[in-house]
């Protein structure tokens, strides 16, 4: 018989879609404001197919994400609440559905990589920017992912990076905003530019008008390897080395360290490896980093590493208590 660690490795591709599909119908939504209750309530008040949903939540009750009682109701597990609940910044609906609608079918490249090598197989493709972006619907569930991805976290990482004091910060590659929404939010001296691509543009002026940000979120358009970063007393990179080979990353920290004033800081906000290769999140992400972008994941000492390399001195990690920490790179 497989072990279950060998049956989460078989078997994980139904829950993803099992989570999504619950989701996207509504039925977590629906299981959290009535409370515990039968397919069958559940598929009338969603107008969706009772058999369908049943083996949904039996599979979803299996690995714990929904609990079944002795009656035949199912429940959301109470500590999983807030990554359903659409208003809770660890909500990942938005996250779940890109795995399902664009990151399972890429893995098939990987057997061309396989065979091929990465390099050979990516000179056939568009660069991956192209293909996140090519149009605003594209753009606008990416930049929803990334929101899911780094909002909640962010208001952390913001506390952690300790920003009393510094007057201006540019986010490069900030996407519609979210470490800039939680850092505006915690240091009320603030004010925050977003630099990112063309396209993000509409996306960030919803944020601003959304969270009140008018005065204080600026939007700076370019492509940081074409043109120079806006100076700034403090820079910040979220998920973006990570999209990037070792050589590009220290070009972009160099650029940073040009743009960033004498005493100021870089931050940047990753997942990280242990030392042992975990956690699982972070090898399966540094896996899709392999087939959407040109980067991948490391460990705290590697990113410490192209900091020092691009100039940066008094590199330090700081741990948050979700899977997404901070790396400190100062400016003498």
Request: aromatic residues 8%; contains cysteine; glycine residues 10%.
């Amino acid at each position: 018989m497989p072990s279950s660690s060998l049956d989460r490795a078989m078997f994980g591709m139904f829950s993803t879609h099992a989570l999504h599909l619950a989701d996207k119908h509504g039925v977590f939504t629906q299981l959290m404001a009535g409370g515990p209750a039968t397919p069958a309530s559940v598929a009338a008040a969603r107008r969706i197919d009772e058999e369908t949903l049943e083996r949904l939540l039996v599979l979803l009750a299996s690995v714990s994400v929904v609990e079944r009682g002795t009656d035949g109701t199912y429940r959301v597990a109470d500590e999983l609440r807030p990554f359903f609940d659409t208003e809770s910044p660890r909500y990942i609906g938005g996250f779940v559905r890109h795995l399902v609608t664009n990151t399972t079918g890429r893995l098939e490249q990987l057997d061309d990589y396989l065979t091929r090598g990465k390099a050979v197989v990516d000179a056939d493709l568009p660069a991956p920017f192209d293909t996140i972006y090519h149009d605003e619907e594209a753009t606008r569930e990416f930049l929803e992912a990334m929101w899911n991805l780094s909002f909640g976290v962010s208001e952390e990482l913001a506390a952690l990076a300790g920003l009393d004091g510094v007057r201006q910060l540019v986010d490069v590659g900030g996407a519609s905003g979210a470490f800039a929404v939680a850092a505006l939010s915690r240091y009320p001296e603030l004010n925050v530019t977003v630099f990112d691509l063309p396209a993000v543009g509409p996306f960030l002026e919803n944020t601003r008008r959304e969270q009140g940000l008018q005065d204080r979120l600026g939007f700076a358009p370019g492509d940081f390897f074409r043109d120079p970063l806006p100076a700034a007393e403090c820079l910040s990179f979220g998920y973006i080395l990570s999209d990037w080979d070792d050589k590009t990353c220290v070009e972009l920290l160099r650029k940073a360290y040009d743009a960033c004033a004498s005493g100021g800081r870089v931050l940047l906000m990753e997942r990280l490896f242990d030392e042992d290769g975990g956690p699982l999140a972070t090898a399966a992400m540094n896996l899709s980093m392999h087939v959407e972008t040109q980067g991948r994941h490391r460990t705290a000492a590697e990113y410490q590493g192209l900091l020092r390399e691009a100039g940066f001195g008094e590199c330090t990690a700081h741990r948050s208590t979700w899977d997404k920490h901070l790396i400190v790179g100062r400016k003498a």
